[in-house]
């Protein structure tokens, strides 16, 4: 099981439309209903999360991009670090982003 020091939760009229969990150095998952892209949550979780993160002292974020959501990690200022991998059969991007200081 994986194990999450950071867990947020993104609720529209008592249904929950978002979730973000991870530890204070990585990323583990995000999700946000189709139905509410670009409309903010996910940017709002991803900000929630590197605060979070910082404040338990990580300078840094890694995290393992589905290649469809390597343009939203993009504009929250992380970086590809490799090239595409292959994990569990998907392929996934690995990304990361400095904490600013």
């Known amino acids: ?18 979730i973000i969990k991870g530890t204070k150095g990585g990323m583990g998952n995000l999700f946000v209903d189709s139905r509410f892209h670009s409309k ?20 840094e974020i890694k995290i393992r991009a589905s290649l469809y959501a390597v343009p939203f990690y993009s504009s929250q200022g992380y970086k590809k670090t490799t090239g595409v991998r ?16």
């Open 1 to 18: 099981m994986y194990n999450s020091e950071i867990a947020y939760v993104a609720v529209k009229s008592e249904k929950i439309v978002g």
């Open 86 to 101: 292959e994990m569990h059969e998907i392929k996934i991007q690995p990304m990361r982003k400095v904490l600013d200081d």
């Open 40 to 59: 903010g949550v996910g940017k709002k979780l991803v900000s929630y999360f590197e605060k979070r993160a910082k404040s338990l002292g990580s300078s």
